[in-house]
């Protein structure tokens, strides 16, 4: 029963980071196209109940656009399959 429940786990942990490697990865593409943003871009958090509104935070995306950024997607992708083919080889899946 505990290994049942401990395969269950490593598969629900294995989905969840190669979905996420997946949703970094594809990151300055959805912002590419939902929002124009390049690497010059800027996200910027205000308060707009003034006239004039209030920057609370600003986020440069120029890292986003760089080459190495893609070294994180690949990273978790690759643990992910990982993962799961170490669980499909046991037969635990």
């Known amino acids: 029963m505990q290994k049942k429940i401990g395969s269950l786990i490593l598969d629900i942990v294995s989905a969840v980071i190669l979905g996420l490697g997946i949703a970094i990865l594809l990151l300055p593409l959805v912002l590419h196209l939902w929002l124009g943003a390049d690497n010059d871009a800027y996200i910027e958090i205000a308060e707009a109940t003034a006239r004039e509104p209030h920057i609370l935070a600003q986020f440069g995306l120029e890292w986003i656009f760089r080459v190495d950024f893609l070294l994180w997607p690949a990273f978790l992708i690759i643990?992910?399959?990982?993962?799961?083919?170490?669980?499909?080889q046991r037969g635990q899946v």
């Open 79 to 88: 643990t992910g399959l990982l993962s799961r083919r170490l669980l499909w």
